[in-house]
């Protein structure tokens, strides 16, 4: 198993290209099954996730083909059968997004029921109960869920979330494109994905607006046809780099990324002292060789402070000015890197969903191990600005949501390298 190992070092500096996002592609390639036509899908992230997608449709019967470049072409009128087995939905939570496309193109599908994973629960009722208001049969024996419409189409309805969810808002937004009438979603997601998934999906011929407001409405058609999508930038992916200069005090550049998809975050760098420039799809962020100023938050839905930068942000505040207080409040055990972190010097206490962060000057190189995608990430910024070596094990985890990562930090001037154990 490939390990990550990192000699802490100095500043940042120089600059990198930003990926297409994860978190956008995987929906948009759920949402090709909704089509009668090919949708060629370009500026996809090369990350395992992605292929265990790719791998899914390929499972169903779905025709696509794969460039050199990984843009793929996908006719979701090919698929075969409807069944996303237990064997790969297990590696992937995210396969649950080919529910609604399934069931509203299709009229059934069988999806294993998505376990819970490192940082919490995961469960899925609210895409269920989207789906069930839209007429669809639901149920679930021997670990699969059945979904099914006994009256051929599923019928527009109107749907208030209990929560905000980034995943039910796309299954059942993506179901609603083929329903018939009109949905309106309250409550809904209102993440920069949801507006790449529903650009997409306009692209196809639905019939949305609304999309990246709290109220999403959806007038149902016939059929969606082909279309050409590129991704949107990763704005995680970014927002990581720019935490990791921040943290090692460095200098750095990103291109192909639109700094509107990280206002809360860069508001947060800037707080901690960063000077932050950018233009129409550039960012950089400079330290101007100061330490990080320690920095509080709370995470929240967009367009509040990410959850999936929280990890990142305490492996900075581990070694920033003064104390802060995080508070994680999308997922219930989304502090799980903050003991790894401790074992290298961090002095980090955890009341319930609270962290204290006194931050030291440097942290001290130790074995450490990953246990989710964007605590991964936070253990290689901590390896960045500890003394001595950092070796971060079960890095499967980064590999499903950083392409690139060690050339990436390579190209910033970080002494990393990936070792076989
Ligand atoms: C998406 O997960 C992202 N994944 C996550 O990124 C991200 O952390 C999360 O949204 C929040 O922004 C992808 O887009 C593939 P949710 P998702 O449904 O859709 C509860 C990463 O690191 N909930 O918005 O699964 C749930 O338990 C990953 O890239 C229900 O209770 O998240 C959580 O507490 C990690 N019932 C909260 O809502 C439901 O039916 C938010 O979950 C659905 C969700």
């Known amino acids: ?34 089509s009668s036509e090919p949708i060629r899908v370009s500026n996809l992230p090369h990350l395992h996730d992605i292929t265990t997608m ?84 639901i149920e679930v024996d021997e670990g699969y869920i059945t979904a099914t419409c006994p009256n051929g189409r599923l019928k527009g309805a109107h749907i208030l979330f209990d929560m905000v969810t980034v995943g039910g808002t796309e299954n059942v937004l993506m179901a609603a494109c083929l329903a018939e009438g009109r949905t309106v979603l309250e409550n809904a997601a209102r993440e920069p994905e949801i507006i790449d998934l529903a650009n997409c999906l306009i692209a196809m011929g639905a019939k949305i607006s609304g999309h990246g407001s709290a109220t999403i409405t959806i007038d149902g058609v016939e059929k969606l046809g082909g279309c050409s999508y590129s991704v949107m930038p990763d704005r995680i992916e970014a927002g990581t780099y720019l935490v ?80 802060a207080k995080v508070s994680e409040t999308i997922f219930e055990n989304r502090l799980i890197q903050t003991h790894e972190m401790n074992r290298m010097g961090a002095n980090i206490s955890v009341d319930g969903n609270t962290a204290l962060i006194t931050g030291t000057e440097r942290l001290k190189g130790a074995p450490v191990m990953a246990s989710d995608l964007r605590a991964s990430a ?30 990436k930090f390579l190209s910033l001037g970080a002494d990393i390298r990936r070792v076989s154990s």
């Open 1 to 34: 198993m490939d390990k990550l190992l990192i000699r802490g070092g100095g500043p940042l500096s120089g600059e990198i290209r930003v990926s297409g996002s994860k978190n956008a592609a995987l929906p948009i390639l759920a949402a090709t099954l909704l």
């Open 54 to 137: 790719i791998a899914l449709l390929r499972s169903m019967g779905t025709e696509l083909l794969v460039d050199e470049k990984l843009c793929v072409e996908i006719n979701g009128a090919t698929t075969k059968q409807t069944t996303a087995p237990y064997e790969l939905v297990k590696t992937m939570r995210a396969s649950i997004l080919v529910l609604g496309p399934l069931l509203a193109h299709f009229g059934r599908a069988r999806v294993s029921f998505p376990g819970g994973c490192a940082i919490g629960s995961r469960p899925v009722d609210q895409h269920l109960r989207g789906l069930e208001a839209m007429g669809a049969q």
């Open 244 to 323: 990791a200069a921040a943290a090692t005090r460095g200098n750095i550049k990103l291109r192909d990324i639109d700094p509107n998809t990280l206002d809360a975050v860069l508001v947060k760098l800037e707080e901690a002292g960063a000077k932050i420039e950018h233009g129409e799809d550039w960012i950089s962020l400079d330290m101007e060789g100061r330490r990080p100023k320690a920095v509080s938050f709370k995470t929240v839905p967009y367009p509040g402070f990410p959850t999936d930068m929280q990890a990142q942000f305490t492996a900075m505040n581990a070694v920033a000015e003064g104390v």
């Open 378 to 407: 936070s253990l290689v910024i901590a390896g960045l600005v500890a003394d001595g070596e950092t070796l971060v094990d079960r890095i499967y985890h980064i590999d499903r949501g950083y392409e690139c990562i060690e050339e």
